[in-house]
T-cell receptor, first 109, second 121 residues
Framework: TQLLEQSPQFLSIQEGENLTVYCNSSSVFSSLQWYRQEPGEGPVLLVTVVTGGEVKKLKRLTFQFGDARKDSSLHITAAQPGDTGLYLCAGGGYQKVTFGTGTKLQVIP | DARVTQTPRHKVTEMGQEVTMRCQPILGHNTVFWYRQTMMQGLELLAYFRNRAPLDDSGMPKDRFSAEMPDATLATLKIQPSEPRDSAVYFC???????????????????FGEGSRLTVL
């Protein structure tokens, strides 16, 4: 089983601050995805990264896939209360998709 | 607006009772996953199907859990008998895997339902 460890587990910051969430594994992934989940709902895809070293930007969110395709990071610039939620990385490619341990983010107005 | 539909949204039952959760995947998707989410364990993969065939159910307790896809529009997850430790939110997700090139479809996106919150007393 390919395990995905996320850090930090919890993060509470003030509006306007920057933050980075990490997703690490000892396994190589053909692709990694980041999802955000809000209370009472299922996870929703934010981005998929497929190439080692790839950087993708989604407004204030920057996603990076490690060169060795074993890790990924999510950086949020100038966090807003709407960014509050559970952030999950996921990998597995063709066979099955497993999720990371999750990072619960709270952005305080 | 295509979406994954799960029923029931909430279920409270007593230990020993049978529980059946249903999922209608997005039309045209060929892969269906069942996940269980708890505070302690996060999102755990229970089983998944491709073209209605079970590919992996190693995440499920075999003695009490069963997952099926009687047709392309319905996936079921059954627990019999249920136990308090089964209390969790159960998610169904569907996606489209194109077998030709990429390891995971065009976008690799999984579409999740809103989940079934199960409480076993």
């Amino acid at each position: 089983t390919q395990l995905l460890e996320q850090s930090p587990q919890f993060l509470s910051i003030q509006e306007g601050e920057n933050l980075t969430v990490y997703c690490n594994s000892s396994s190589v992934f053909s692709s990694l995805q980041w999802y955000r989940q809000e209370p009472g709902e299922g996870p929703v895809l934010l981005v998929t990264v497929v190439t080692g070293g790839e950087v993708k930007k989604l407004k204030r969110l920057t996603f990076q896939f490690g060169d060795a395709r074993k890790d990924s990071s999510l950086h949020i610039t100038a966090a807003q209360p709407g960014d509050t939620g559970l952030y999950l990385c996921a990998g597995g490619g063709y066979q099955k998709v497993t999720f990371g341990t999750g990072t619960k983010l709270q952005v305080i107005p | 607006d295509a979406r994954v539909t799960q029923t029931p949204r909430h279920k409270v039952t007593e230990m020993g009772q049978e529980v059946t959760m249903r999922c209608q995947p997005i039309l045209g998707h060929n892969t269906v996953f069942w996940y269980r989410q708890t505070m302690m364990q996060g999102l755990e993969l229970l089983a998944y199907f491709r073209n209605r065939a079970p590919l992996d159910d190693s995440g499920m307790p075999k003695d009490r859990f069963s997952a099926e896809m009687p047709d392309a529009t319905l996936a079921t997850l059954k627990i019999q008998p249920s136990e308090p430790r089964d209390s969790a939110v159960y998610f169904c997700a569907s996606g489209l895997v194109e077998l030709a090139h990429r390891p995971w479809g065009r976008s690799g996106e999984l579409f999740f339902g809103e989940g079934s919150r199960l409480t076993v007393l």
